[in-house]
């Protein structure tokens, strides 16, 4: 079983940049595909990106792709997450999350394993 953590969250003004990690431990995270996700405020769980064990062209989220980029370092297995100009909205818990395979999806049974997610509050 592989446990995720993730870290980085806080809060931060309306146009910075953050990056969040996610370090796995127990049973490695290879050869599966990660993702992030994110629950923000009356929203439901939303995907923002996903990337494979070889670290391919990743996959995004509708809207996601040019704020967000994802990437991951197997070697510490840990992945990330930078999202840059960073806007209210983007307020909310993320997670991130193994897939049950290799192969990248956008759907949240599409992954077995989680974490506890962490907060991320930009201010105006």
């Known amino acids: 079983q592989v446990q995720l953590v993730e870290s980085g969250g806080g809060l931060v003004q309306a146009g910075d940049s953050l990056r969040l990690s996610c370090a796995a431990s127990?049973?490695?995270?290879?050869?599966?595909?990660m993702a992030w996700f994110r629950q923000t405020p009356g929203k439901e769980l939303e995907f923002i990106a996903a990337?494979?064990?070889?670290?391919?062209?990743?996959y995004y989220g509708d809207s996601m792709e040019g704020r967000f980029t994802i990437s991951r370092d197997n070697a510490k297995n840990t992945m990330y997450l930078r999202m840059m100009f960073s806007k209210p909205e983007d307020t909310g818990i993320y997670y991130c999350?193994?897939?049950?395979?290799?192969?990248?999806?956008?759907?949240?049974?599409?992954?077995?394993?989680w974490g506890r997610g962490t907060q991320v509050t930009v201010s105006s």
């Open positions: 999350a193994k897939t049950r395979g290799i192969v990248a999806g956008s759907g949240p049974a599409d992954y077995d394993s």
């Open positions: 127990g049973r490695t995270f290879s050869p599966y595909a």
């Open positions: 990337i494979t064990w070889k670290g391919g062209t990743p």
